[in-house]
């Protein structure tokens, strides 16, 4: 048993006769279900359930962003059989139930992610109270790792929501803010942050929303919590949910969806649907047990094993191996108002990156800016941001014709035509204009950066950042470096690219980098392919069927190809960067 004297990951509260379990794992940015964290809190819970002073008890984060991000991946991995898997998935569900049978009132307060077992410890509590703030969001993103919730999370998702809003959720692994959250009735109330500029907001926020759980928690305690009463609606969606035949044709909806989307290749989908087909016909104590099979199951397969790797490389390409640049970048100038010239603006303006928006004619500049204007007065539309968040956004963009203001800029990025020559001429007229620490990125998809900095007096400031179409919607950004490229331009860029939302890797000036050259192999095989006499919509299924969203065939007819094709395949190549 932990000496409550000696927890390291929780830290134990109290105001009157009420409980504040306040987590704060050691080392760590986030809050994990860890065994280590687990050791401290299944002692402190129990402690806590048979403390006769205490009548209530609230589960918060002492981590600014970060309420609970889910069970420990790592965990997983270092799990020897298919037995002990079911075994953690049949705690993890044994502890949510005891959470959930507690006499006493728990409160979760929740700011940041609350995210896997995160999400399955805040529905297991009996009122959950969220702040409602850009960081704050649920989710049970497992799917996503090739697996499903494994502590209960398929069945309260049920038992709290439709059974098209849960297989949502559940089959997608999106993460749904507060706000939301609060719509669908999995959260109790919405704490609105204190807006105010002082530096430690957030920690101020976790002690609001501490203060307003415990003036909850206490009033529960008075009242006795009343069962919560289902509206109308809910009642007939219910009464709906009874009849087999319309839960079959949801369901049979749901499968042909993960069909269509995953040609049937990730196994954790499948097994979803599976589970709450059981939990659906033969009640939750089948389902739970349904759940810990199919979690077991799952964590064992390839899928699930190379969907962790990715997450955990996705992971290191979100830190900045170059530390911090030597000076905070505050603008930004992007040369070329074109497709991805009016992306790379787009994700640079939500940031707060004041951006000079550059191109040669009014009309060309016009295009790009109503780009942007049009993507975000869709997000008004679509409820992601309010007409105020819009005009500030807007205000950081300044579309221009003329190179006023460069003299400000921290970074240039230039995104004209595919063409050596003029992509040189630009850099050579706009370093008249640009500050002597201002950086210079080309994005291009196969241009030698060395051959765009041949004629620079500060080649060391030149580097090729390569976005990919659409801007605001694909992760990736592929940073070329240069042999002159210095380290300090290297990490100038990859901390604007991160401030950006990019999934960065960084490759050397190699011809096709690392993402073109992918292709161009991939061309030539379909060339060799068709000369065989394979017919491109053939091709097509093929690659579709093996994964690929999109046909080979057919993206060589977008105009990649064209593109691709100016470029040179060399005979071979060291891209990645080490
Ligand atoms: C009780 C037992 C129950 C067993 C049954 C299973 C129950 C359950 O259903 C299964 C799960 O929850 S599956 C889980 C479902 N949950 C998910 O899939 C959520 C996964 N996490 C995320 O999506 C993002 O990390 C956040 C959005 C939470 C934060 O984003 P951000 O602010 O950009 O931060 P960042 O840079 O991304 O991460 C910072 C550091 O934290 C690390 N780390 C984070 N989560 C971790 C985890 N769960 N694990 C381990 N580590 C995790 C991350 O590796 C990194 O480490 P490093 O050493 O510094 O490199
Ligand atoms: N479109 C894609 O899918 C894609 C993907 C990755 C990289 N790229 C690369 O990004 C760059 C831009 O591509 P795009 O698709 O946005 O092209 P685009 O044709 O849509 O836009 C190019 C813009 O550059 C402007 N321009 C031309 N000469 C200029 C000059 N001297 N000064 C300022 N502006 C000038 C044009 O008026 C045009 O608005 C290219 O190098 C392209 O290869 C494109």
């Not at 704490?191 to 203060?211: A, F, G, K």
């Not at 939990?279 to 979690?295: D, H, I, M, Q």
């Not at 964590?299 to 996705?314: D, V, Y």
């Not at 990919?468 to 240069?482: C, G, Q």
Request: aromatic share 6%; with cysteine.
């Amino acid at each position: 048993m932990t000496d409550l004297q000696q927890l390291k990951n929780i830290k134990l509260d109290y105001e009157d006769n009420i409980a504040i379990v306040q987590l704060n794992q050691e080392n760590s940015k986030v809050n994990i279900l860890s065994r280590k964290m687990m050791n401290e809190f299944v002692p402190v819970f129990n402690h806590l359930k048979n403390d006769d002073n205490i009548k209530g008890i609230i589960v918060i984060s002492a981590k600014p962003g970060s309420f609970i991000a889910g069970a420990d991946i790592n965990m997983f991995e270092s799990v020897k059989s298919r037995d002990e898997l079911y075994q953690m998935s049949r705690n993890g569900q044994e502890i949510m139930n005891q959470i959930e049978q507690s006499s006493k009132p728990i409160i979760a307060a929740i700011a940041g992610s609350c995210l896997g077992g995160g999400f399955e410890v805040a529905l297991a509590c009996h009122y959950r109270i969220a702040m409602n703030d850009k960081r704050t969001g649920f989710g049970v993103p497992e799917v996503k790792l090739g697996l499903l919730p494994g502590a209960g999370g398929t069945q309260r998702l049920l038992k709290n929501l439709s059974l098209s809003d849960a297989l949502d959720l559940i089959l997608a692994g999106k993460e749904i803010k507060a706000k939301k959250a609060k719509a669908m009735g999995l959260v109790d109330i919405l704490v609105e942050p204190i807006r105010s500029d002082v530096q430690d907001i957030e920690e101020q926020n976790i002690e609001y929303l501490r203060s307003i759980a415990i003036r909850k928690v206490k009033e529960i305690v008075v009242q006795k919590p009343t069962k919560r009463k289902f509206g109308l609606m809910e009642n007939i969606k219910s009464i709906i949910m009874l009849n087999s035949y319309v839960r079959n044709y949801i369901l049979s909806q749901a499968q042909a969806k993960v069909m269509s989307q995953t040609q049937g290749l990730y196994p954790a989908p499948l097994k979803i649907l599976d589970v709450i087909q059981q939990t659906l016909e033969n009640g939750s104590k089948v389902g739970l047990n349904a759940e810990a099979e199919a979690f077991a199951d799952l964590a064992i397969t390839n899928e699930a094993k190379a969907l962790i790797s990715l997450f955990h490389g996705r992971t290191e390409c979100k830190k900045n191996k170059y530390g911090k640049p030597e000076r905070e970048i505050k603008t930004i100038a992007i040369i070329g108002a074109g497709a991805i010239g009016a992306g790379i603006a787009h994700v640079s303006i939500d940031k707060d990156f004041q951006v000079i928006l550059y191109d040669t004619t009014s009309s060309a500049l016009y295009h790009g800016q109503s780009q942007i204007i049009k993507s975000y007065q869709n997000y008004i539309k679509r409820n992601r941001i309010t007409s105020t968040e819009y005009s500030r956004i807007l205000s950081n963009l300044n579309c221009q014709t003329t190179f006023d203001n460069l003299e400000k800029c921290d970074i240039i990025i230039e995104s004209v035509f595919e063409d050596l020559k003029l992509k040189q001429n630009i850099l050579n007229e706009l370093e008249q204009y640009i500050p002597e620490h201002c950086i210079f990125a080309s994005n291009t998809y196969i241009l030698s950066i060395h051959q765009i900095a041949a004629n620079s007096r500060r080649p060391h400031k030149v580097i090729g950042m390569h976005y990919f179409s659409p801007v605001d919607k694909v992760e990736l950004l592929e940073i070329i470096r240069a042999k002159q490229t210095s380290d300090n331009t290297i990490c100038t860029a990859v901390s604007v690219g991160l401030k950006q939302g990019k999934i960065i890797i960084i490759v050397n000036d190699s011809p096709g980098f690392y993402t073109t050259r992918l292709l161009i192999f991939s061309f030539i095989e379909l060339f060799y392919l068709l000369q065989e006499g394979l017919l491109p919509n053939d091709i097509d299924k093929a690659t579709k069927k093996f994964g690929f969203h999109i046909g080979l065939a057919i993206l060589l007819d977008s105009g990649v190809a064209s593109r691709v094709a100016i470029g040179q395949l060399p005979p071979k190549s060291n891209s990645i960067a080490t």
